[in-house]
């Protein structure tokens, strides 16, 4: 049979086998990654998208033979280490994912590997501690001990210790926690008429999201206040927990599990009530979309959730050619560079933050779609916090350019980095004001 350069359909993707007798298996893990490094070392295609790729190609070149069998397999755990399970190499640059024969999913071998690691006990405190979002969150949002963990987090003397002992970057910006949470404070506002539209439901239960909860209610309170001003009903999903990405990313599935058992039968059942349900963090949208769903393909509830979760700015354009959006904005946002974060190109859904800016008068988006290298937790690390902000240096590059007034990521968490980066480099965006683009959204609507 001859095989084709490169697949014309479109990609499929495989269900994660985690619950597959051999899925644990070592050796049989070995053998698949080196069938497809030796397929990427003949490809190299994906050189440029993060360290990964090149950690996998300077093994090959400099080993004995100038193949992958001059490769120690036990070094194939450092190609492994260096993917922060983006997608991108998957979603952008492959052209053998399947359907095509080869079968290559490069990002879910590399989470099957971490998986493997994860089991043999091959993960270190620091990691199984930044995993713990909702547990961390909780305790460094309680009164007192917020402005002591705030007050560490900014202490050059403190961040020392903290990197020699935690391994966490002393110079990695992170984020500041608050007492008063989103779950506690939010206001939602169910009063009005639900008006569905052909394209999206016309009411919104929202899943606030670790980040939203504990480090910037800010962002869920102004995408409470633009439904408001939309008039779409909307109520906070009344029990959550976090939505396992961070642990995904670990490897570390049973966890995941649990809080998919957590979570699911609630939003399961406003899916079926007719929610629309959103999240303001685009890894946790992607968790409910792509992620259960391949992991427990065969799940009716996590499918409802599925089909009823929407990225806010999705489920805004969608209202929009439902002609319900209202588009009476009144603060022009001047010059704004836009990022758009991976995990919200995998959505595959088009720029509808984009979209969005487009409608406000005045508004100039400079859009940059490129990895910025942060992840959750990856690029806080001592070790990766280099190569982070290496393949964050175009995205910081372009963002600055325009000299903007805001720079905005649908990732909070990218956002800041790329924030760090213009200001570390000294760029000419170093006055820029780092706002969600669900704040600048109410800020253009005078709210
Ligand atoms: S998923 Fe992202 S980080 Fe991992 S190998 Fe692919 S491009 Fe690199
Ligand atoms: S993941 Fe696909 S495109 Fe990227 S280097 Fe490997 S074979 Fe080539």
Known sequence: MTVREGSLEAPTRHPIAWQAADFYDEDKVHAE????????????RCVNLCTAFPTLFDLIDEGKTGELDGVDRHDFGKVVDKCYLCDMCYMSKCPYVPPHPWNIDFPHLMLRAKAVKFKNGGTTFRDRLLTSTDAVGKLASIPVVVQMVNAVNKAPVARKLM??????????????YTSARFRGSAQPDASFPVKDGKNAPGKVAIFSTCYVNYNEPGIGHDLLKILKHNEIPAIVVGK????????LELGDL????????????????????????LTAVPSCTLM?????PLMFPDDADVKAVQEAMFDPFEYLIMRNRDELLRTDFKTPLGKVSYHIPCHLRVQNMGQKTREVFELVPQTEVNTVERCAGHDGTWGVKAEFFADSMKIGRPVFRQMASTAPDYVSSDCAIAGRHIRQGISDGDLAGGTAEKQHPLTLIRIAYGL
């Open 33 to 44: 990654m080196h069938r497809v490094f030796d397929i990427c070392h003949g490809c190299r």
């Open 163 to 176: 990197q020699s002992v935690l391994g966490v970057h002393k110079d990695r910006v992170l984020p500041e």
């Open 240 to 247: 959550e927990a976090c939505c396992g990405m961070p642990k």
């Open 254 to 277: 049973e966890t995941v599990a649990k809080l998919k058992q957590a979570n699911i039968p609630v939003l399961a059942k406003l899916a079926r009530e007719g929610y629309a349900i």
């Open 288 to 292: 409910f979309k792509q992620e259960l």
